[in-house]
């Protein structure tokens, strides 16, 4: 079967139900209520579905599958045993509504969740309920503009984003009304200093900045970054999709930054799953707390009456910051994201640091060990680092910029290249500043060996020619996919018989 | 931690290929102003022994609904996920995936989202339907913010939306959050005393750029006059309306009575409660509002050789395209949770989906008919048909019995004064189709014995 | 990696575990005794530990992947349901040697399980004990030897086997210390009843069959050839490998059998996993029931101080029967896939039966397929049915004798080609009686639209020429298996570098 | 049971196509003799919620040694088996394979029991391993019978093993039936009063087919005379050492002091006990064996193209071949579970397996020291070393000590009259790799009760 809807079974095929507890004979809807066809949903056995979805799976690529070198995105593994703390009926049983004595082991965990990264990132408090790191940036967003609405700076309409920002900021920031200043970013992706002062002034709101920025380096000059914006009034916000670089080494609280978002599925590994879930927390500075979604959690002394469901001296609370901006989501976030981002940091606790030191060990080892492929393959002509750097972060760009040039092999033909070798493709086209741009994050959690193998097929690679290149993949279950046949001829569900 | 960095103990080896000697070169960039000087305040590492077993003491002190008898509901519905479904969505391809950047090895989560699409507007009548966004309170607030995009320049009503004042507080919070960035009024819409939309303030909408409601509204009351809100309303105004997705099995589909937007939590349809997430948020909606929706899509294409191949499209209304211009900046979204959906949907069948209609909506008939025969408790909107729940009103306040139901094992229901403060003494009661008749004969023992509680203190 | 052994990471890269109670310096074994070197395992991390069995899953081919037509091993789906119950702690986490009041929801479901056997089989004592249709077999003869023994009919020293009886049926009676007496079947592989005649005399202990056979034909003269051997003071055994057939339409105990086995695994679905585990309880008559390994499992009305501990108002325990064999498993043999294989029978509950008719419905429509999907391509000549039968049952058997002899094509030319089109291939070469054998058995789990297809498949690859077949399967992992290779340069571990 | 059966609702079109109109027909070559009458006399179908709710039930009413402090080992072990296994083991290509007759499709389950093999034969010392017998038992009864195949020939004690009189009677009963149709004779070893084997006794043993001892023996003592049995009885008798194979990350391996034979239950490495089964026979041994040794084996070999790949080999000694001269009827074996094993000891690598030992003796030698404390329990065996558990006597009666251990939610261990009748107040307590101080602490407390409440009474 090549599709779901090609299954259709005798009516009843589906999952068997015991008997509901009285009679369908008892519902008397009136005629304009009732349903007059059912949806035409395929009529799967159990058997049937189980090998669907099992085809299915081996036509996708995971962590699980191979190395997934996927610059911004952080995919490292995920541990197994978090999936089986996620599946714990106290997790995965529980309404939001639930009073707090029958929730105290969630809270506590949401507390520790909070404190671990408030001492993280430097910050003075967190939120778990952003659901998403573009949510994270939202909510972060609107908690500045409702500061500065109290303080009356009503002329702060504007937010600075480097032109080498993730889209998510631009929109983020635009989604609660502010007017977007795009700054361009130097050759290496490095924050202009010149351009930020030339733009700064007290309709400025907000600047967000990635640190490692999106070449993998260390905005060196992030103080006096932080400083300007700050001299004209306004907020610091970080991006902390690339915090697997930094975590114990140095803290966006360190660097200046006012409010920062976590993406929990990145830095603590709650499994992609595709495009998601995922969970975006924030945390701010003192003098942002107060406007932070709510409900927050707080701890105190347990009383007498409360120890029975206490989980430890204390008892877990929910509380509203006094001028909350409300919610984002409708109940506390993601809570089964953050059970096992939980249960992630806790296999490091205070060695988080170690995480980091790997990730970037990981990174520069493989950018140097691509570089010493490429040179001993006599390659290294066509690919050159994105930026000139003695050291990456934890990730690094490359530019096919001289591949392009010299034999019209485009970085998205080395990306299909690498797919027929086995591999997920790099970031490719990402940051812009780079040409013919590939970004590669290796992750913590990559073997030498795997890193030294990849080198060695990014080389071969190179060494194809461009025609069998334009060509790849071709050992995938679909060969190169016309993206633009897809958006002319829009075809955006089963079409039935209407074809 | 040794146990999930496999270079451990090789750190030297691989500086060395380097010409490095320590960690710290590759630090080297970092000025020292904003280096950490200590250890992180934090507890020492732990095996995936202690790890999990503080996992089983702290979450094992939750109270699962799995352990009590339970009528909480009010927006998120306790259902049977089948086996088959963890077992799946938990394989390695599936669960350890990032978004399908890269079709050709992505062909299985983008057919299976493709599925997804196809199977929610099924479900919702209506031809378009994006793979998920973050719950039902967010897509509710996307569909407003679209809704303007597409009918303000034509509107009377400009920026402007109607939402019934029944809408729980959370969900309107969100609403407002992502609707004031675009300066967007939103206004309420009345209901009358049976709990029905006051259809005179439907008029007041007319103009407007959309109208949000929600079938069945959100104390559980099935409401004919929904269906009629569309001739009311007019082509330029958008009619959201917001779905408990297994109702449909039984409720007529909003696409067929002139929906432009159906949102909804998707949650009942494959997805444990979780504490609230990961769920995912339906969004469908009909063709005027395409290029204008928020969320990933993705669309059936064909590869070089003429092959059917998936791949995201219409990515030009997203923000890493689009960026600050884009029809939302959602990134990350919810799609293993909407695959569990896809699962889910895929083993019910017509047919599967109808019988589980059929056993919440009559668990919560059973519950109206025998909660009625309680001296005391009162119904105020028992003329309607509801799904999953309805409100009672006690003699007492709600608090009160909600405390006396939990110490005799009974999570009771919602406490509507969190919703509507003035509605002390109301209560919101579901039932699922993991309701028995039995524990809804309990419910009726202990209402009772709490009500003769409070006769006995008058 | 292409395999396990070449992981060699640091020190201690293994699966990370909590401090021991007291310090290793504790431990003062005598140096005789202590371990001079570890084993030569790899060091894996957890990610790398993932990747491999990962990879090496999708080097495998299970029900879940495709259509698992093997004759005699009834590849039926499994449901998922089952491995949830099998990892409640109930199950997993208890002990054989727990006192009974720790133990009465186990021993009530094994208790159902026995009646259940019984009433399904004709039989009157059902064993659970023994774990794989072998050691059932093995176990029934053995009761039966010592039956006789009891009796004082030492001169029966030999058992009854047709030829084309499953290799376990003659292993296990040898295993018993009895002489094996093999009769020739008919070419249908149904019993001869006068070869069966001319053995039989009183130094006949048993005498073991299939029913229906391995060619898949019910033994009509099943109740003469009964009272033929115990006509001659002979026991009959029944293989229940082939019980999917019958359940609910005719049963051991009807046609005359004292003994019997069934394959748990199978019949009701104890997943395969590669090779195993299984569950081969036996059921007897009467007479046989003192002689079965124990303990069993009976019941009598719960007393009252053991009413907090019981599941109803029974009590469930373990007795001995008076003559018991003994033990072959030392402890309640898989109780884990006796929890699995009550949690499928509760599935059917007494429509079990329907179970079996649709076992036979695919079976027939799948053969009936067959010979059309080769008539209208042309190519039915070169396949001919096993037997000539009416009606199969739950599995059939083709010849591809034709297709050798006008093309030279085997039938394992014709296994490896259906490899190559996604299937699992048939069983091949047994029974010897069919030449060129296929065994086919689908199970009811397979959808019409799976019949369909393969039917069409099958023609299609006897269309195929001799040559792309014989170089057949190509699209697999690895292409032909060189097995005599294997037998001849015997390494059956890694050689380290021994090699 | 709908949701297993595809084709119900589709019989009449199929049947329909082989020219038939009932199900009927297809049973016509069954007798209406041998036809059963009535409909079976079984309970309705269930939907797999009402199955999994009344196994939760059942099961739930099973006390899970998890919920209690439990010293109950005698031969199976409860350990933590890492979360990876069960999601990697219950993958659908591993779990819903069978044999790998093909082996072009089977390479991942074959190359996984190859490299299982290698992990065994590394653990135990030995060059050659099988991929599994049903559990300990067998393993240890096929052992027997494969050292009479051996050396019976030149034996001068023909068709004689020799075993520990400690044997536990159940897996003594294993033996004997396996021995009896080869008409072996079983003669018992005699063990001193400190546990240890007598070497007089073994000296008879010398020109037999083969000794069978444990080491650990199943009191827990490490048996140093163990490693010199190998000299006394020569090359014409093959010993076989059954071992619990965590010990030997610590405790040298039987291969290393001349075992020719290496048994054991596997269950510790990668298999919960699960009530005892299924679990995984360990079965190795030396080349002269390996011809007339039972069970399935895999081989490395090339395919057509010289590619390495992976096929099952040595088949001729095999049932399905050699028929009843098979060297043991065994055919569905245990190969999921060792897979869980290999998954198990690729996980912990050799410092691991040192480390699990490590915490499973020195948990061991904790109990040692506090229950030494108590007056009125004595250490028989206290002399020498134990791993796991070790026999206690106790002043009075175990049965009661149990009972009353149980009544204080203390699985308190195993009652060791029912292995050796005579010795009415034996205990034998193990401590594993998941007992904790406090655990032992417990015990202490709760035994000193006990023995107290017998002063009392006396
Ligand atoms: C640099 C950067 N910022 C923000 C985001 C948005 O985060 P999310 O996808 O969690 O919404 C991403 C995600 O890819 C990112 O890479
Ligand atoms: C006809 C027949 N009898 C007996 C057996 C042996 O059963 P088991 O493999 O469970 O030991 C089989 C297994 O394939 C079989 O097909």
Known sequence: ?499 | MVDQLPNLGREAEMLAAMGMTSIEELFADIPSEVRMKDDLPLPPPQSEEEILSDARRLLGSNVALGERVSFLGAGLYRNYVPASVFQLVTRGEFLTAYTPYQPEVSQGMLQAMWEFQTLISELVGLPIANLSLYDGSTAAAEALTCSVRVHTRKATQKDTVYVSELTPPDRLSVMQNYCQGAEIKIKLLRHNDDGTLDMDSVSDAVGSCGVYVEQPNPLGLLDGGVTQLKEILGEHTALIVAVQPVSLGLVEAPGHYGADIVVGEGQPLGSPITGGGPIYGIFACSKPYLRLMPGRIVGRSIDVDGKTAYCLTLSTREQHIRRHRATSNICTNETLIALMGAMHMALLGPEGLHDLAVRNMTACIMGKQKLSTIDGVRMPHSSGDHFNEFAIELPGDTKDCLEYLDSVGIVGGFNLSSWYPERTNWMLVTFTDQTQANHIDLLVRHLREWISTLEVAA
Chains 1, 3 share one sequence.
Not at chain 1, 350 to 373: F, Q
Request: glycine fraction near 8%; hydrophobic fraction near 40%.
């Open chain 1, 1 to 499: 079967m090549s599709h779901l809807f090609e299954h259709n079974g005798a009516k009843g095929q589906g999952y068997s139900q015991p008997a509901p507890v009285l009679p369908a004979s008892e519902i008397t809807l009136p005629s304009g209520l009732i349903r007059k066809a059912l949806p035409r949903w395929p009529r799967l056995s159990e058997p049937e579905m189980v090998r669907h979805y099992t085809w299915l799976s081996k036509r996708n690529f995971g962590i699980d599958t191979g190395f997934y070198p996927l610059g911004s995105c952080t995919m490292k593994h995920n541990p197994r045993v978090n999936e089986v703390i996620a599946q714990i009926p106290g997790i995965a049983d529980i309404h939001p509504h639930q009073p707090e004595h029958h929730l105290q082991g969630l809270l506590s965990i949401f507390h520790e969740m909070q404190y671990m990264l408030e001492v993280c990132a430097g910050m003075d408090q967190v939120t778990l309920q952003p659901v998403a790191g573009a949510q994270g940036e939202f909510t972060a967003v609107r908690c500045i503009q409702e500061y500065f609405r109290l303080r009356g700076e009503v002329q702060r309409t504007k937010v600075i984003v480097p032109d080498s920002a993730h889209g998510t900021n631009p929109a983020s920031a635009a989604m609660c009304g502010f007017e977007i200043v795009e700054i361009p970013s130097r050759t290496d992706g490095r924050i202009d200093l010149d351009a930020l002062r030339a733009v700064a002034d007290d309709t400025i709101a907000v600047m967000m900045i990635t640190n490692p920025n999106t070449l993998g380096l260390f905005e060196e000059d992030i103080l006096e970054a932080s400083s300007i914006v700050h001299g004209v009034g306004g907020q610091m916000y970080y991006d902390g999709a690339n915090f697997n670089a930094i975590l114990g080494i140095t803290s966006p609280g360190l660097m200046g930054f006012d409010a920062v978002h976590f993406n929990l599925h990145k830095t603590f590994s709650q499994p992609h799953g595709g495009g998601g879930p995922g969970s975006g927390p924030i945390g701010v500075k003192e003098h942002l707390a107060q406007f932070l979604p709510g409900p927050l959690v707080g701890k105190r002394a347990a009383a007498g009456d409360e120890l029975d469901a206490a989980v430890d001296e204390n008892w877990y609370h929910w509380y509203q910051p006094t001028h909350s901006i409300g919610k984002v989501q409708q109940w506390h976030g993601n809570a089964g994201a953050i059970i096992r981002c939980w249960a992630y940091y806790r296999r490091y606790g205070r060695g988080l640091r170690t995480m980091s030191e790997h990730a970037v060990l990981n990174a520069n080892y493989l950018r140097h060990a691509i570089h010493k492929a490429t040179k001993e393959a006599g390659v290294d002509s066509l690919v050159v680092d994105g930026a000139e750097a003695k050291v990456a972060k934890h990730e690094f760009t490359l530019s096919l910029a001289p591949a392009k040039e010299a034999h019209g092999i485009s970085a998205m033909d080395v990306a299909k290249g690498l797919l027929d070798m086995g591999y997920m493709a790099p970031t490719v086209y990402f940051p812009l500043v780079v040409p013919e741009c590939m970004m590669v994050e290796p992750t913590e959690t990559e073997s030498k060996d795997t890193l030294d193998t990849f080198a060695t097929h990014f080389a071969e690679v190179l060494q194809v020619d461009a025609e069998t290149l334009h060509a790849a993949p071709v050992t995938t279950p679909v060969r190169r996919v016309d993206e633009v046949y897809a958006a002319r001829n829009l075809c955006l569900r089963h079409p039935y018989d209407e074809e």
